[in-house]
């Protein structure tokens, strides 16, 4: 059995996080701690759990093996740090960290205290992500030259989300730091080494007018293939957009409903018969690798390329310029 210590309630998804480790046979919640005492005591409570306010304490426990790291993105460096070296193995909603300095710095701490890592890379579980990934790994579109992907909701136009949601000092950003995070992990997933970036962002529903909530990027990546991602906190609709084109074929994914040809299909797009089995979902794979020892793909690796976009796409948005990414 995985003993588990909820950090923080800050996070949106915390409390489904929690109901899926409920749902395992082989892990459990044992602790809660939050920088809010009232609202971490609040939710320990309702779990029937203990609550720690003090970090230290609550990571030194002995019914505590792992954590699931829901706290403010711009904690992120600290807290996973003092975890690692703490022993716990980690899991982390996304982004990893706000800076690539900061992702270097989980990673030599998890790799020095050998405790495994897993970060939530939702969308690449899914079969119509791993078709695209098998037939970009086979060549069967030839040369990629363009990804485009949307991924949005009405969280700010119709004012859902928690307003602490727009605290760009502990969020990191708007949109693009949290909605983005999907088109960007899957464009870096798929398309390899990002080489330029520009970003278009504005504001037009949030609370705060440094959070962006109607976000575009584009980015060139080493192969030369461009992908144009978008976010939304402002539109629910077209929500799951997705394309990838190459000179020898393309997979489209729309409203529920892939399609793909290649040039060796007669009779032009077709329906796949057969897609790929989807991937465990990143709890699942994470208490794996804990409990097995087997392979946790949304490792640190992908953590800190997701950052490397983020990270960029915001001096991009600042700078009103195109930035080459070193």
């Known amino acids: ?36 005492a009232e609202r971490g005591k609040k939710w320990a409570d309702t779990m029937g759990v203990d609550f720690e306010p003090d970090l230290a304490k609550a990571l030194a426990r002995g019914d505590v093996d792992a954590v699931i790291i829901e706290t403010a993105t711009s904690v992120h460096r600290e807290i996973m740090v003092a975890a690692a070296n703490a022993g716990k193995h980690i899991f982390t909603e996304k982004a990893m960290a706000l800076t690539v300095e900061d992702c270097n710095a989980i990673t030599e701490a998890v790799e020095r205290n050998k405790v495994k890592f897993c970060i939530s890379l939702a969308q690449l579980v899914n079969p119509y992500i791993q ?16 990804m485009r992907m949307r991924t949005a909701h009405d969280g700010s136009s119709r004012g859902w989300l928690p307003e602490y ?8 950003g708007g949109a693009m730091m949290d909605l983005g995070c999907h088109p960007m992990y899957t464009a870096s997933y798929l398309l390899g080494k990002p080489k330029r970036i520009v970003s278009m962002f ?4 949030a ?4 959070a962006d909530d109607n976000a575009v990027c584009v980015v060139e990546f080493a192969n030369n293939a461009i992908a144009v991602l978008e976010t939304s906190f402002v539109s629910p609709f077209n ?28 009779g ?14 990143a709890m699942r794979m994470w208490l794996d690798g804990i409990i097995n020892g087997t392979e946790i793909i949304f490792d640190t690796k ?14 991009s948005h600042k700078e009103q310029k195109i930035v080459e990414i070193k």
């Open 202 to 205: 504005n504001t037009t529903f």
């Open 165 to 172: 949601w727009y605290d760009v000092e502990k969020a990191g």
């Open 268 to 281: 032009g797009w077709f329906i796949p018969d057969k897609l790929p089995e989807a991937l465990p979902i």
């Open 207 to 210: 609370p705060n007018p440094d």
């Open 131 to 146: 078709l695209c990934k098998k037939a970009v790994d086979e060549g069967q579109l030839g040369d990629i030259h363009y």
């Open 1 to 36: 059995m995985v003993n588990i210590l909820m950090l923080s309630k800050w996070h949106v998804h915390a409390e489904g996080y929690a109901r899926t480790v409920m749902a395992q046979p082989d892990a459990q919640i044992t602790c809660v701690w939050d920088e809010d």
């Open 302 to 315: 992908k953590g800190t390329a997701l950052t490397e976009l983020l990270e960029n796409a915001y001096i």
């Open 239 to 266: 929500s799951g957009v997705f394309e990838l084109l190459g000179t020898k074929g393309a997979i489209i994914y729309e409203r529920g409903q892939l399609k793909m040809r290649t040039k060796d299909t007669e």
